[in-house]
């Protein structure tokens, strides 16, 4: 076998192993878990590092399993919490594991044939039928409440030193996490669980409970865990959101031109990490980068590498060309055709931020003239004279094209039949919305 852990030392990817993971690794295929909480009914680029790892583990020959917590899902996991989850229903939390299995579909294929094949679990289809009592007997006399308080998750909760208190709901977040181990050791002959380094403490729990639950710690019990750093900014802040929240991995919560530019925008130091973290490039690929980068940063190799290479992982090709054109259009030389084939939604996330007025579509059919447009119809321009000075500037253009003191607007102008860029030299823009009725037609409300 080759090394996995080798390989997930040099792109930054290994922080802590268990004795003896590294060599079961190399010695035969190795069947190991990460688990996902349905906290939400998709991922956001924070599970991108268990979701590498996972690719990784099944392109070095071994078998992954991905487990949707459907049951976990319902406690909450108290890891790095400084106060309790809300609880969420049942009709939420399937949603949320429909969501997730989605997700992660994208990146293994679980009805792939081959002997490694990926396995997708839901801990819900296991734990539904165990009984409280059940539950109290066969697992929870396994482990002693002073190994479990001893775990930093529970010490510093309890201790007050973040938040208030752990409830026992909480506190047996760790024997459930353990169980699932100890259930995919024995019907799937799991013998690795791997997670950031938060789930540290959970994760030698399940080792703890697969020794003690088989034979009574015989030796043939196996188990290992290895864990992977928490990924921050240079910084030091939390890796994973941008100004306006989480980055998701579904094109319906971030678009895909956003998700590119969160990593096209990254420092030149977090560029350099991430680059071996988020993508599968070789070394000396990675490193041949690195220096042409530091040759000539203002080029920005490293990160348009990286952003074309995690864009084509998580979305597709097609999407990271969209991405790249979009781009163009608002920091390049376009043209009023290329900026017409944005879809609406990657329209407004190109121009997010941009000053906007509304016109009526009725004055678009009347051939609104651009001196109205620029002043009195949206307030872009102070006045018609200042509008007038800009046109004899020839520093107008509509939709990326220059325009003169004749221009009229027509249908033609309008971008998915709704908007109109107006842009004043490089980079002052300003998009119009245009509307069927007036605000107040709308409310049905007389004129006065």
Known sequence: MKNLVEELKWRGLYHDS?????????????????????TADSLH?????????????????????????????????????????????????????????????????????????????????????????????????????????????????????????????????????????????KNYNCVLQMGGSDQWGNITTGTELVRRMNADGAESAKAFALTTPLITKADGSKFGKSEGGNIWLDADKTSVYKFYQFWLNTTDFDAEKYIKIFTFLEKAAIDALIEEHQQAPHLRVLQRKLAEEITTFVHSDEDLQKAIQASNILFGNSTSDELKTLDAKTFLEVFDGVPQAEILRQDILDGVDIVSVLNEKTGFLKSNGEARRALTENSIAVNKEKVTEEFKFSVSDLINNQFILLQRGKKNYFVLKVADESAVEKMQLPIV
């Open 18 to 38: 268990m004795p003896g993971t590294e060599e079961q690794l190399l010695k035969e295929v190795t069947t190991a878990y990460i688990g996902f909480d349905p």
């Open 45 to 185: 680029i924070g599970s991108m590092v268990q979701i590498i790892l996972l690719v990784h583990l099944k392109n070095f020959g071994h078998q992954p399993i991905a487990l949707v917590g459907g049951a976990t899902g319902m406690i909450g996991d108290p890891s790095g919490k400084s106060d309790e989850r809300n609880l969420l229903n049942e009709e939420t939390l399937a949603k949320n594991v429909a969501g997730i299995k989605s997700v992660l579909s994208r990146f293994l294929d679980f009805q792939s044939t081959s002997s490694n094949a990926p396995i997708m679990v839901n801990n819900y289809d296991w734990m539904k039928t165990f009984s409280f009592i059940d539950f109290a007997r066969e697992v929870g006399k396994r482990i002693t409440v002073n190994y479990m308080m001893a775990k930093d998750s529970v010490k510093k909760r309890l201790t007050g030193e973040t938040g208030d208190g752990m409830s026992f709901t909480e506190f047996t977040y760790q024997l459930i996490q353990g169980y699932d181990f100890y259930h995919l050791h």
